[in-house]
């Protein structure tokens, strides 16, 4: 932990920095370029204002090469995660069938928040029907409406910032809706 904190550190120490030498270049180049003058003082102007552009995009990139941030890096968990309902093959009824979902997560907690802050055992249950995002459950249970035909259902455990465990922690079940 101590490790993450001195580069979160170090990279907004770099990136001010940046920031910083950015400006009197940047104010040195208007200054160069705004007056009518030809040959070394555009050419140094325009290069103060290249370099100036450098800071900036050097000071933007920076924190996520020092410290990348959520979305390139994913925490792990040692959860897992079943579909009690429906079973696999089951054919149910309607047009739409109700459809009972019942999830079972196992070595990891719900929680109804979400956070930038990640906790390896913390999150929540995204349903997919047929590959489609169809609920967000802060539960173990919930109700979802399908359609006649067959269907797949996955349910995946996520962090409570709504992005995927690395690796993902998912499973599916094909089920047949008929009238």
């Keep these: 932990m101590i490790g993450d904190q001195t580069n979160i550190g170090m990279a907004g120490v770099v990136a001010v920095a940046l920031f910083l030498l950015a400006w009197p270049l940047g104010i040195w180049a208007w200054a160069l370029l705004s007056q009518p003058s030809r040959g070394i003082r555009k050419a ?38 079943s579909i009690v309902s429906p079973r696999a093959g089951e054919v149910l009824h309607g047009r739409p069938a109700v459809v009972v979902v019942r999830i079972a997560v196992h070595g990891a907690k719900i929680v109804p928040l979400t956070s930038t802050h990640l906790v390896p055992n913390e999150g929540h249950v995204h349903l997919y029907l047929d590959g489609a995002l169809i609920s967000m459950v802060a539960g173990t249970s919930t109700t979802i409406r399908a359609p006649p035909g067959d269907h797949t259902l ?21 089920f047949n809706v008929v009238d």
Excluded: W, Y
Aim: glycine share 10%; with cysteine.
């Design 44 to 81: 140094q102007g325009t290069g103060l204002a290249i370099l100036c552009g450098g800071c900036l995009a050097a000071a933007t990139a920076v924190p996520f090469v020092i410290k990348p941030g959520p979305l390139v890096f994913r925490p792990a968990t040692t959860a897992t995660i």
């Design 154 to 174: 996955m349910a995946e455990f996520v962090a409570v910032d709504h992005g995927p465990f690395d690796p993902r922690v998912k499973t599916s079940v094909t």
